[in-house]
C-alpha cells in the first residue's frame, strides 16, 4: 500500500524568505503523480503543485518548486519569497496513475511572519 | 471561478442518527469525491463516483456510507447510522474528464469541508 508521510507538523518562515516542506512517500508502483495542495485557514484545498514520476524535471509554478528525488522516494516543496498569503496547511498527495484516488500526508501548518 | 461547495458547513448530530452531507460539484466536471479527515489525522479517500456508480472505495466506505447524485447537480454523502467515530470533516471533490495535455490525469477541486460531530 502507498503511504505519504510529513515529518513536520508546523514550520514558520519570516515574510520574502525560503522554506521547505519535507515528503516522503512509499509505493511499489513506477507511474503516479505527486502533488502538493494548499489550505488556507478556512479555505478549500487548492492544488499548487503536480509532479509526474515519469519526468526528470523538477517543477516549477512561479514561487513554488519541488525536489523529486525518485530514488529516495522523496518530494519536497520550496516556497521562495515567502507571503503572508502562503500561511496555510500544506499537504503532499500521491495518485498512482490510471486512479482517482489522492493519497495525502497529515500535513505541514505553515506560518509566515511578517 | 467556478467553486465545488458544500452545505452545512457544521453538522452536529447525535449518535445513531442517519445525515446526509451535500455538495455541488463544478457543473461540467463528470468525476466526484468524498474524503475525510479526522481531526489530528489524514485526508482519506473515502469513494469516487462516475456516470452514476461507484468507481472506487477505501475499506473506510462501509455498508453504512451510501452516494447520490439525486438531480444532476448535488453530490450527496449519506451516514445511515452515525456512529462517534465518523465525527470529522468531510470533503468534497470533482473532476473534469480531462485536465491539460495528461489525458490519465484529472485535477481534482475541493469544496471547503463539512465539519460533523456525532455527539
Known amino acids: 500500500a502507498q503511504t505519504v508521510t510529513q515529518s513536520q507538523p508546523e514550520m514558520s518562515v519570516q515574510e520574502a524568505e525560503t522554506v521547505t516542506l519535507s515528503c516522503t512517500y512509499d509505493t511499489s508502483e513506477n507511474n503516479y503523480y505527486l502533488f502538493w495542495y494548499k489550505q488556507p485557514p478556512s479555505r478549500q484545498m487548492i492544488l499548487v503543485i503536480r509532479q509526474e514520476a515519469y519526468k526528470q524535471q523538477n517543477a516549477t509554478e512561479n514561487r513554488f518548486s519541488v525536489n523529486f528525488q525518485k530514488a529516495a522516494k522523496s518530494f519536497s516543496l520550496k516556497i521562495s519569497d515567502s507571503q503572508l498569503g502562503d500561511t496555510a496547511m500544506y499537504f503532499c498527495a500521491f495518485m498512482q496513475r490510471n486512479t482517482d484516488k489522492l493519497i495525502f500526508g497529515t500535513g505541514t501548518r505553515l506560518q509566515v511572519f511578517p | 471561478e467556478p467553486e465545488v461547495t458544500q452545505t452545512p458547513s457544521h453538522q452536529v448530530t447525535q449518535m445513531g442518527q442517519e445525515v446526509i452531507l451535500r455538495c455541488v460539484p463544478i457543473s461540467n466536471h463528470l468525476y466526484f469525491y468524498w474524503y475525510r479527515q479526522i481531526l489530528g489525522q489524514k485526508v482519506e479517500f473515502l469513494v469516487s463516483f462516475y456516470n452514476n456508480e461507484i468507481s472506487e472505495k477505501s475499506e473506510i466506505f462501509d455498508d453504512q456510507f451510501s452516494v447520490e447524485r439525486p438531480d444532476g447537480s448535488n453530490f450527496t454523502l449519506k451516514i445511515r447510522s452515525t456512529k462517534l467515530e465518523d465525527s470529522a470533516m468531510y470533503f468534497c471533490?470533482?473532476?473534469?474528464?480531462?485536465?491539460?495535455?495528461?489525458?490519465?490525469?484529472?485535477?481534482?477541486?475541493f469544496g471547503p469541508g463539512t465539519r460533523l460531530t456525532v455527539l
Open positions: 471533490a470533482s473532476s473534469a474528464p480531462t485536465s491539460g495535455s495528461d489525458p490519465n490525469y484529472n485535477e481534482q477541486f
